[in-house]
């Protein structure tokens, strides 16, 4: 992590308000650094739904990848993994305090009521600097994130996780870190396991289910983003998804501390 202070002058600030897209890691990458493993198709069938599954060594530069059609260039509304955005918006806009359990659950109606306060015209500033998705927050501005009108691929959620954990979003230091900090987290002396986990209803009706986050072992962090589909419009993002993620991830040999 950088020493830099965790408040910049303002002209450092204004500096960041610039276009800054998200990241398309896989895209951007040689085939060289991108191994696909189909092999993870067993955890999504057994769980009895469709999804792809994505994960950045970054020590390395390497990625592991199920579904990379899927991952790559297929978009889904993002559910509540947009209170990540949102988040960052209300702590360095003061709407938000140091009191980051906003991020611990998928609290819409919390949600909606901080985009009211931000307002359609700042939170469209910071969706277009940050690149994020398409951009797109029409409809209804306490729920825009859930209407099927913004969309984001695997491969951009991947990169912005990365550089939420890097500190290298257009925000202040030290609200990245509480926006981190507000993330579920999983402790042990083997591993840390730190995400965000969403459900939303995508075209069709489907479920669409994220979790995205990073696991860190030996202080090496690894991002990782799962997606899932369901045609059962309730899924338990939880209950379905992460024993997926955890079989996806005992298999490529974490939680021993190893790693």
Same mark, same amino acid.
């Given at each position: 992590?950088?020493?830099? =202070?965790?408040?910049?002058?303002?002209?450092?600030?204004?500096?960041?308000?610039?276009?800054?897209?998200?990241?398309?890691?896989?895209?951007?990458?040689?085939?060289?650094?991108? +191994?696909?493993?189909?092999?993870?198709?067993?955890?999504?069938? =057994?769980?009895?739904?469709? &999804?792809?599954? &994505?994960?950045?060594?970054? #020590?390395? #530069?390497?990625? +592991?990848?199920y579904n990379l059609n899927r991952f790559r260039d297929s978009t889904y509304l993002p559910a509540g993994t947009f209170d990540i955005v949102q988040g960052l918006i209300g702590v360095q806009t003061g709407l938000v305090k140091d009191d980051s359990s906003l991020l611990k659950t998928d609290r819409e109606n919390g949600f909606g009521l901080l985009a009211q306060r931000i307002g359609k015209d700042t939170l469209k500033k910071w969706v277009d600097s940050l690149g994020y998705g398409n951009k797109n927050i029409s409809g209804p501005i306490d729920s825009f994130w859930l209407n099927n009108h913004l969309k984001i691929t695997s491969d951009e959620q991947l990169g912005l996780i990365k550089k939420l954990y890097f500190d290298q979003l257009p925000f202040y230091q030290h609200t990245q870190l509480l926006v981190r900090q507000a993330l579920l987290t999983e402790k042990n002396t083997n591993y840390q396991l730190i995400y965000k986990a969403a459900r939303g209803i995508g075209d069709g009706g489907h479920a669409i289910g994220w979790i995205m986050g990073w696991v860190e072992e030996n202080k090496h962090p690894y991002f990782f983003v799962l997606n899932l589909e369901s045609v059962n419009a309730d899924l338990d993002v939880l209950h379905t998804g992460l024993p997926v993620l955890k079989s996806i991830l005992e298999q490529m040999g974490f939680f021993q501390g190893k790693k």
């Open positions: 992590m950088s020493s830099e =202070s965790p408040v910049r002058r303002k002209s450092d600030f204004r500096s960041w308000l610039v276009f800054f897209p998200l990241v398309l890691l896989v895209a951007a990458c040689s085939q060289n650094n991108v +191994t696909v493993d189909n092999s993870f198709k067993k955890y999504f069938d =057994s769980a009895g739904v469709n &999804g792809s599954f &994505g994960l950045f060594d970054n #020590g390395q #530069g390497k990625f +592991t990848i």
